[in-house]
T-cell receptor, first 116, second 117 residues
Framework: GAVVSQHPSWVICKSGTSVKIECRSL??????MFWYRQFPKQSLMLMAT?????????EQGVEKDKFLINHASLTLSTLTVTSAHPEDSSFYIC????????????FGPGTRLTVL | AQTVTQSQPEMSVQEAETVTLSCTYD???????LFWYKQPPSRQMILVIR??????QNATENRFSVNFQKAAKSFSLKISDSQLGDAAMYFC??????????????FGKGTKLSVKP
């Protein structure tokens, strides 16, 4: 089945630093990937839609200059949290569409970000 | 705008018993897809079951089945013979496409299911 990986699975960083999270589709090509944020005991909140070769589309209220998304290839999308602060601490999940399988979305295992 | 509502923040079931999780949604579309996702403590999202709105027959996947009431815009999940491994957060979701192929999945707030041995 389709597999999506995320790296790292857990990252701790100091306030003010930048952190990059990778989302990879391992056995399929994904023209579209989604980035979600999930606070403890809450649902997934869509942050942005990442399209290969074009600019990401951000949801209302999400700062595009703070959460930089790059979808440079059909198997990789990256989310960079710039100048991270403690309030950015959260669980970040990506999903990728498999265009060869009804455009079905498959989810990565998530990345836990802790900003000190 | 489409919305998905899960009115049960938490549910509990005895092992081997049956439990039903509720979900309602709002849409003006006639053709769409509904999903139940499971998120265990590992936080990995797992697709449990999918229902196509144009199909009258309720979807089933082993111990998991749905009660889809299109007119009432209701989509409940029934888990039979509950197992300890069923303990997780369950999210109801909506999309216009088969696997979430049309835009993003719209999620409910989730129901935390506990299974008692």
């Amino acid at each position: 089945g389709a597999v999506v990986s995320q790296h790292p699975s857990w990252v701790i960083c100091k306030s003010g630093t930048s952190v990059k999270i990778e989302c990879r589709s391992l056995d399929f090509q994904a023209t579209t990937m989604f980035w979600y944020r999930q606070f403890p005991k809450q649902s997934l909140m869509l942050m942005a839609t990442s399209n290969e070769g074009s600019k990401a589309t951000y949801e209302q209220g999400v700062e595009k200059d703070k959460f930089l998304i790059n979808h440079a290839s059909l198997t990789l999308s990256t989310l960079t949290v710039t100048s991270a602060h403690p309030e950015d601490s959260s669980f970040y999940i990506c999903s990728a569409r498999d265009s060869s399988s009804y455009n079905e979305q498959f989810f990565g295992p998530g990345t836990r970000l802790t900003v000190l | 705008a489409q919305t998905v509502t899960q009115s049960q923040p938490e549910m509990s079931v005895q092992e081997a018993e049956t439990v039903t999780l509720s979900c309602t949604y709002d849409t003006s579309e006639s053709d769409y897809y509904l999903f139940w996702y499971k998120q265990p403590p590992s936080r990995q999202m797992i697709l449990v079951i999918r229902q196509e709105a144009y199909k009258q027959q309720n979807a089933t996947e082993n111990r998991f089945s749905v009660n889809f009431q299109k007119a009432a815009k209701s989509f409940s999940l029934k888990i039979s013979d509950s197992q300890l491994g069923d303990a997780a957060m369950y999210f109801c979701a909506y999309n216009l496409g088969y696997g979430g192929s049309q835009g993003n999945l719209i999620f409910g707030k989730g129901t935390k299911l506990s299974v008692k041995p």
